[in-house]
């Protein structure tokens, strides 16, 4: 056992973090101070992607990633909110002659062993968010029965895939094979055709599964727009779904003029990472700026003069597609528009949305939403007691109404909450995290939390004039209390406002005005209120 001095206990302020870095095991310290004055050692750098720790917030026992909005316990490790998978590591603090020492071991690492000996089955339709998270939870908190993951991939995280066409499958694994092993999680690479809802049966392609509890969390699929776009089916269309289409995509746009539907996250994102390799790369997008829908008007305009400088994208805005023409080799060659615009291209991405991948259950008298949804109640249960939904496909009560969030740590929020009803004999978990995203473009990160629902005000502020690297901080209020907030290289201003929400604290746009008023910078405005 190692044991370091860190500091005076009266160098950190009650409420406050710091890291610290221990030479003698090469480990990273986050050391927190609680209101109450307890000292608590974690590791410093989240689980998720290493960001560091301090440079997020803390606030009521649990401090939060800058990055992507992972939360942990400070006192167990836990993770509260997602992304990420694993929790952080805890350090023994005590306390001798006012000084804060830890105590390390000398190689730490897991040394749980996860046995499976009971007889229940849990099986889990797919393998993405929720569906990896919920396996992983059930594990950790103690279920001994089989878990079986049914997915068509391995599990991966597929947010890295339209932020980077390249990635390389094993660098964005969720867990390697030797982890799910480790755990006695099995996975099953097949396909559900139908369920057996009275029989409690799964019948894959290839094998037929009963379960005692069953989850399902199969996601989306991409929406094609062959009902709405004449001559739609041609070799060089695409759509962005999984790491094939990637790699699809990757290997055929070199030097080409691309032509990307949808100016939201999907199509953005691609935009910005292949821009360098093409000819020509244009968007047309529905919407009077793009993002307009998700992060409203003020900020869309900011990000498409970024676009246009940075990435020298070409925009048809508010406005759609009604047909593609062909070449003699079958392929698409101009896109035409419904105000009769027609653009040269060599390569389509259609990134236009997404529906919930739940086709296989309409055999199955499953009651499906219009969309195609899922309608769960706070426990994530569907109609059925033992069958749970999790993540893109649901509909489920948030916060007081009925709602879709299809974010990933949403869905991984979703994952664990549904795990943990399944073993429960009385569910108790809800869902009601505050959501929070992320986008990486040409390298920087906008990040966004809280909800856009019933928005009546927004504040700009802190904002850049530089079109090439803008910053910015976007405030949302309904009837002037703050509901969201989005911000560009304003870090750690959506880690301090979601855990302001998160624990029900009310800010008002006449707050925010008297801290700028008084000079107070944006950084240091949220700051004041943990």
Not at 71 to 78: A, E, R, V
Not at 91 to 115: A, T
Not at 202 to 227: E, F, M, P, W
Not at 464 to 474: D, G, T
Request: proline letters at 3%; a negative charge; glycine letters at 8%.
């Amino acid at each position: 056992m190692i044991k370091q001095t860190l500091c005076n206990i009266n160098d950190l302020a009650p409420g406050s973090m710091q890291s610290f870095e221990i030479k003698d095991n090469n480990t990273h310290i986050l050391l927190t101070k609680d209101a109450r004055g307890s000292f608590h050692a974690v590791d410093a750098k989240c689980s998720h992607y290493g960001a560091p720790l301090v440079k997020g917030s803390y606030l009521n026992g649990r401090v939060r990633c800058p990055w992507h909005g992972a939360c942990f316990n400070t006192s167990t490790g836990d993770i509260e909110d997602f992304p990420g998978l694993n929790p952080l590591r805890t350090y023994q603090v005590s306390i001798s002659n006012g000084d804060v020492i830890v105590h390390l071991p000398i190689n730490p690492c897991d040394q749980r062993e996860y046995k499976q000996s009971g007889n229940r089955v849990f099986v889990i339709i797919g393998g993405g968010a929720a569906g990896a998270t919920a396996a992983h939870t059930l594990r950790l908190e103690g279920f001994d029965g089989r878990i079986l993951i049914i997915t068509k991939e391995v599990p991966y995280d597929r947010t890295k895939i339209s932020k980077n066409i390249y990635e390389e499958l094993d660098a964005i694994l969720l867990k390697q094979d030797s982890e799910w092993e480790e755990m006695n999680i099995d996975i099953l690479i097949d396909e559900v055709s139908s369920l057996n809802l009275t029989d409690k049966t799964v019948q894959c392609l290839s094998s037929s599964i009963q379960y005692d509890k069953l989850l399902i969390s199969t996601g989306s699929n991409a929406l094609h727009l062959d009902r709405f776009v004449k001559g739609y089916d041609c070799p060089n269309v695409y759509t962005l779904r999984n790491i094939s289409d990637a790699s699809l995509i990757s290997d055929n746009i070199h030097g080409k003029n691309v032509f990307i539907i949808g100016a939201s996250f999907i199509g953005m994102e691609v935009a910005s990472c292949i821009t360098d390799v093409c000819e020509s790369v244009s968007v047309v997008g529905m919407e009077m700026v793009p993002f307009e829908r998700i992060l409203g008007p003020e900020v869309g305009h900011i990000l498409q003069q970024w676009h246009e400088v940075v990435g020298n994208i070409r925009f048809y805005l508010n406005r759609t597609v009604s047909e593609f023409k062909h070449n003699q080799n079958g392929n698409a060659s101009a896109v035409v528009l419904n105000d009769g615009t027609e653009i040269e291209t060599d390569l389509i991405i259609v990134g236009a949305g997404a529906r919930p991948a739940t086709t296989f259950l309409k055999e199955s008298n499953f009651r499906l939403e219009k969309d195609g949804s899922i309608l769960v109640d706070q426990y994530l249960r569907t109609e059925y007691d033992d069958v749970f939904a999790a993540g893109d496909i649901t509909l489920f009560p948030h916060r007081g109404e009925l709602t879709k969030i299809g974010h990933w740590g949403m869905s991984q929020n979703q994952g664990k909450i549904a795990a943990l009803n399944m073993m429960a004999t009385d569910p108790q978990e809800t869902c009601d995290n505050i959501p929070f995203f992320w986008t990486v473009q040409y390298g920087s990160s906008i990040r966004f939390c809280g909800n856009l629902k019933h928005v009546t005000k927004v504040m700009l502020i802190d904002e850049s004039e530089s079109k090439q690297k803008p910053e910015f901080v976007a405030l949302y209020f309904c009837n002037s209390v703050l509901e969201a907030a989005c911000s560009m290289n304003r870090d750690p201003v959506c880690a301090d406002v979601a855990e302001l929400l998160n624990a029900g604290v009310k800010i008002t746009v006449k707050d925010v005005n008297a801290l700028l008023e008084d000079g107070v910078s944006v950084i240091s405005l949220f700051e004041s209120k943990l």
